[in-house]
């Protein structure tokens, strides 16, 4: 018999008193396992770490106080803090013989198996190959991923990939001595973890919330914790609602492959016919798709109760993708398709009222880009008319910022072609392009002066119908071109104070823009400038509609002002406040804008900060007469970390020029009360003051924990648009998490 006492060494700058070390290679003892080679002595110089070691494939280590070689039994004994490392796998105990002619390692005390994936093995005892593969264990405990953990009275490990434990208990949840019940856990007469598969299969599986069983199954498997996906069952959720009656889904993960996947979500309804939505994605050598489609048979009615289709379809498809077309140009759709107007809000799946599909492809360079793309719209308001919603095909854009310079300054170019057509209104079809030119000066007293200048032309067609502005006129056929100048310049002096405590930035702006009159040809429809407003983000537009149809016309002058006060982590504050000027009325405004008189409403923005406790938004529109409200927006949210609340009003004037844009002024509130680590509230408010009337209200009660997801909450609309009458839903939602 030999006996080898350790002496210190160190391994990563941490002494372990009483070590040896054995490094694992070719047989030099017949006591060892066949790759393992036992070192009396430290080898010289520093020793391998422990990384190179479990990476190096036959390379392996053990670690122990002391080491007794027994030649006539032919065992080794280690004792005292016993490691071993073994491609990529891990044994810890306090005891633990070899024996070289059955091959087996007996492992005694605070046992320790780790696997290639991190997967624990904890016994009294473990009697195991002297590959750490396989082997079986009495009284065992493991731990499979970073939560979920499995105990029972007898363990099994076989194949290098499949441990079998016996009369077995699963559950992620924590417990403790004063609470050894888990929230919830499964007992089963056998559970399964194939490593191979990566899942986990239970035998006579029985589901217990709080000790009492709740549910039992023949056989039951699901993927552990380090799957992303596999097919199966996901978590159903549940839901009462006065409109639809009882509800349940049940959604179906299907893995087509590691590319590819679709989601089933029958929805079961106890008032009306299923509804069934699916879900596929993709990924492919050059992007990525997903298309998602939802339908079910039902009735569809009017405003007034009455049925207009009886058993018809009902569905809505939407989708997005993503490809590449070489390094800077890429391709892609955008897909939103509805059967009906009322869908979407009916069957809890959408708010949206209007509704855009593209098809597109687009490059981006340094300074260049272009696009070519195809829109399709889609109303579902009462009030829209499908005859008169257009389809662009095509749209073609492309801007270019020259690397020349003329006269110091920037050359840009900006070119778009579009043809917009309709069933029923009129058509048309628009070439534009712009050169552009802008040079910024910085003056030694600190003033920034900025000119500019800009030539566009632009060239329409418009086919005969009906004004898509206002249906009772007629558009006649003509064909328009029109050239717009524009200059300017832009002078701002940006005052810099500091302070102690704060400092400050104020900045006067002066902006004169000159354009010629009678540049909106009646004869030109306004297909994308009609939905306009004028606030602080246009106060300094060189031309304030958003698209080309409309030109602002004349000489004016934009006057304002910027402040801004920083005061280290404590809080900022920002100002912005200005007026337009021009020499004559601007008729192409409507008598609502604020804009079309010599001198316009007051715009600005007020914005607070306080750390990260509190932020106000303050944006308003004033009568230039009386300073009364034209447009007004206040935003406030703050609270400490456990309790956030945001309150949102905002009031708009009607302007009976424009369609749909009415007078507007409505509250939203909403809550996030955090009560501890497990336990939040969340809620929410929305009023029409103007009808004086609650749109929609909702409340929710959410707990989580390492184990467990629930959420039930309460939500009540108001509302009533032909067949969406006001409604009360009730929705649950439980994740026994690690379950899928």
């Keep these: 018999m030999s006996v080898w006492q350790g002496r210190e060494i160190r391994r990563h700058g941490r002494p372990r008193p009483g070590v040896a070390a054995f490094v694992l290679a070719a047989a030099v003892m017949a006591a060892v396992p066949p790759s393992v080679t ?7 110089g520093p020793l391998p770490q422990y990384g190179d070691l479990i990476e190096g494939g036959g390379e392996g280590l053990l670690i122990a106080d002391e080491l007794i070689y027994d030649r006539e039994a032919r065992t080794v004994t280690a004792s005292g803090g016993v490691e071993i490392f073994y491609r990529g796998r891990r044994l810890y105990a306090e005891r633990l013989t070899y024996n070289e002619a059955t091959g087996a390692v007996d492992a005694h005390g605070n046992v320790t198996l780790v696997d290639e994936a991190g997967n624990a093995v ?11 593969r396989d082997g079986i264990a009495e009284g065992v405990a493991a731990r499979i991923g970073p939560q979920a953990k499995v105990a029972g009275a007898r363990m099994k490990r076989t194949e290098g990939r499949l441990t079998v434990i016996e009369r077995a208990v699963y559950s992620p949840c924590n417990v403790c001595e004063e609470n050894p019940t888990p929230f919830w856990q499964i007992k089963a007469r ?23 069983p709740v549910a039992w199954l023949p056989y039951f498997e699901h993927p552990d914790p380090s799957v992303k996906r596999q097919s199966g069952f996901l978590l159903p959720s549940f839901f009462s609602s006065s409109s639809l009656g009882y509800g349940a889904s049940v959604p179906y993960h299907l893995v087509l492959a590691p590319n590819r996947d679709v989601t089933l979500t029958p929805q079961f309804l106890s008032d009306e016919w299923p509804v069934l939505g699916v879900e596929y994605r993709e990924r492919t050598q050059t992007g990525q798709f997903r298309l998602e489609g ?3 048979i039902a009735d569809i009615e009017d405003g007034l109760g009455n049925t207009t289709s009886s058993d018809a379809f009902r569905g809505a498809l939407f989708g997005d993708g993503r490809f590449a077309l070489g390094d800077t140009a890429t391709w892609g759709f955008d897909l939103e398709l509805t059967t009906d107007d009322t869908f979407l809000r009916r069957y809890r799946i959408s708010s949206d009222d209007r509704l855009a599909s593209r098809l597109f492809a687009e490059r981006f360079g340094d300074r260049e880009f272009w696009s070519a793309s195809a829109l399709y719209f889609q109303g579902l308001r009462q009030t829209d008319k499908p005859g008169l919603t257009p389809i662009v095909l095509p749209f073609l854009e492309y801007a270019n910022a020259l690397d020349g310079r003329v006269l110091g300054g920037e050359i840009t170019v900006e070119a778009s072609a579009l043809a917009l057509t309709r069933t029923d209104g009129s058509d048309t079809y628009r070439l534009s392009g712009t050169v552009g030119w802008e040079r910024r000066f910085l003056i030694d007293n600190g003033l920034v002066f900025t000119g500019f200048g800009s030539l566009r032309t632009d060239l329409y067609q418009v086919m005969e119908g009906a004004d898509p502005l206002n249906p009772a006129t007629d558009l006649a056929t003509d064909t328009t071109f029109r050239v717009v100048p524009t200059v300017g310049a832009e002078v701002s002096w940006p005052l810099f104070r500091p302070g102690g405590r704060v400092d400050q ?10 354009s010629p009159y009678g540049t909106d040809d009646p004869g030109i429809p306004n297909e994308d400038s009609a939905s306009f407003e004028f606030d602080e983000t246009n106060l300094f537009a060189k031309d304030r509609f958003p698209g080309i149809d409309s030109v602002e016309p004349g000489p004016r002058i934009n006057v304002g002002v910027r402040y801004t006060a920083f005061a280290g982590n404590i809080g900022s504050a920002e100002v912005t406040f200005g007026q337009s000027f021009r020499l004559k009325d601007a008729m192409v ?5 604020g804009l079309r008189d010599q001198s316009s409403d007051y715009v600005g923005r007020i914005a607070l900060n306080w750390q990260d406790n509190f932020s106000l938004v303050h944006r ?3 009568n230039r007469d009386d300073l009364s409200y034209e447009r007004a927006e206040v935003g406030i949210r703050g609270g400490p970390d456990w309790w956030r609340s945001s309150a949102t009003y905002v009031k708009l004037t009607g302007d009976p020029a424009v369609a749909g844009l009415t007078a507007r002024e409505e509250f939203n509130l909403g809550t996030d009360l955090q009560i501890d680590n497990n336990w939040a509230v969340r809620g929410g408010w929305r009023r029409d003051l103007d009808a004086s009337r609650s749109v929609e209200a909702g409340a929710g009660l959410f707990y989580a924990d390492e184990c467990l997801e629930v959420e039930l909450s309460v939500r009540r609309r108001f ?12 929705n649950l939602r439980i994740n026994l998490l690690t379950l899928g």
Excluded at 505 to 514: D, H, K, S, T
């Design 719 to 730: 509302t009533r648009d032909r067949d969406i009458e006001p409604s009360t839903s009730l």
């Design 38 to 44: 036992l070192a009396q002595d430290p080898p010289a």
């Design 190 to 212: 056998t559970v399964t973890h194939d490593l191979e598969r990566k899942v986990i299969a239970y035998e006579d599986p029985q589901l217990e919330i709080m000790g009492t």
């Design 620 to 622: 308003f529109r004033l």
């Design 122 to 132: 904890y016994a009294t005892g473990l009697s195991i190959d002297g590959d750490l």
């Design 294 to 296: 939802t339908g079910t």
């Design 505 to 514: 930035v104020l900045e006067p702006i002066v902006q004169l823009v000159v």
């Design 589 to 593: 405004f409507t008598a609502a804008s």
